[in-house]
Every structure is written in structure tokens, then in C-alpha cells.
């Protein structure tokens, strides 16, 4: 019997100053598990603006839309990649644009997949308030220390999923994490046959 098709639509919101290893692994592994005749990921990028630059080598990326531009009822999921504060990711991912969207998606129990600092956006809007996430845990100690003034539990874990919500502690779990957000979005057996595909240990 053929497989069931599989077809969803995945939001990733991008924020100035994102890093590019954690965009490119949802862009990757869904684009990859799409290589399976039954699965369909449509991947939608949008930014408060249009255009968004990254932390490191100065990209300019031109979203396919703005959040004004967005009907949030396509979408299947979302994606937040992190950044970093120097390069003002933080301007966009702390402000209203970014929260409205993040509380549909939270209120209405879609999936979402929050990397290293973005899981500061998700526990911004109030909606982690006595949930389990994790974030990037600095020397410092200063992400930690905002989430958990949020009502966030930290937990000192590479990847945290608490009910539809995936938070990460860097950069390398960003593979993890968007075969996380897969999982959420088709079954077991289409993750392993993309990690096949990939290479991915």
C-alpha cells in the first residue's frame, strides 16, 4: 500500500541579524524529505520588513513575504531561527510582529521550533509561562535568566519539546531540531528515510 501523501506548509520567521546554520537546516531537511514521492513541505520565509540581514557574512535575504502579508491559517508549523543581539535580533524577535504570530500558532496547538536565543521570542508572548524549554545558556547566564523571569522551567537539555513547543540551546542542535519539527509534521519512518538521504548519524 502506498504511503498516505503528506502535505504541509511550514512559517519560518526570520529576524535581523539570524544565523544562517539555523535557517538553513529547516530549509534543508524539509526541502529533503520532500525528495519522498508522498511528502510535500511548502516552506514559507517572512520577516517584519521583507529583507533581513545575517549575524555573520552580511547576507541580505529577501523574504517571500512580510508578517502583514501573512493569512497564519495556511501554515502547518513554524520555524524561528536565533541570532544574534549584537547584529539587533532582538529588535525583531522580542517585538509585537513576531508575538502575534507566535500566539496563533501556540493557541491554536501548532507545532513550533524555536533555536538557541528564538526560544526568547516564544517565551515572550507569556504563552511558556509554567512549561519546560531551553535556550542558548551563556557563561553568563543571562538568557537562562530572562526565559526564567518569563515563568519559563529551564531545562539544561540540547532540545526541549513541551506539548506543540521545540526549543534548542545552539547552533548544533539545529539539524536535530528541524527533524524534530519533521516528526510533528509526518511520522517515524519519513524522518529516518530523510536522515538516510542526508547522512545524517
Given at each position: 500500500m502506498a504511503p498516505k501523501p503528506i502535505n504541509k506548509k511550514v512559517l519560518m520567521l526570520l529576524a535581523e541579524g539570524?544565523?544562517?546554520?539555523?535557517?538553513s537546516c529547516f530549509t534543508d531537511v524539509l526541502a529533503w524529505a520532500s525528495f519522498q514521492e508522498h511528502v510535500?513541505?511548502?516552506l514559507t520565509s517572512a520577516s517584519i520588513t521583507g529583507n533581513v540581514k545575517s549575524a555573520f557574512g552580511?547576507?541580505?535575504?529577501?523574504?517571500e513575504s512580510t508578517i502583514s502579508q501573512l493569512s497564519l491559517d495556511r501554515f502547518d508549523a513554524l520555524a524561528i531561527p536565533g541570532g544574534m543581539e549584537w547584529a539587533?535580533?532582538?529588535?525583531?524577535?522580542?517585538?509585537?510582529?513576531?508575538?502575534e504570530v507566535i500566539k496563533y500558532f501556540v493557541n491554536n496547538n501548532k507545532p513550533i521550533?524555536?533555536?538557541?536565543?528564538?526560544?526568547?521570542?516564544?517565551?515572550?508572548?507569556?504563552?511558556l509561562s509554567g512549561r519546560d524549554a531551553t535556550t542558548y545558556h551563556s557563561p553568563s547566564g543571562k538568557h537562562k535568566a530572562n526565559i526564567e523571569r518569563l515563568g519559563v522551567?529551564?531545562?539544561?537539555k540540547p532540545i526541549v519539546q513541551d506539548g506543540n513547543v521545540i526549543t534548542s540551546t545552539g547552533p548544533g542542535t539545529a539539524v536535530e531540531v528541524a527533524l524534530s519539527l519533521l516528526c510533528e509534521l509526518?511520522?517515524?519512518?519519513?524522518?529516518?528515510?530523510t536522515r538516510y538521504m542526508m547522512r545524517i548519524p
Open positions: 539570524f544565523e544562517l546554520i539555523e535557517t510535500n513541505i511548502e552580511g547576507f541580505d535575504i529577501a523574504t539587533g535580533f532582538f529588535d525583531d524577535a522580542l517585538s509585537d510582529e513576531f508575538s521550533a524555536a533555536v538557541c536565543v528564538a526560544s526568547a521570542s516564544v517565551a515572550n508572548t507569556g504563552e522551567n529551564f531545562v539544561d509526518t511520522d517515524a519512518e519519513t524522518v529516518s528515510a
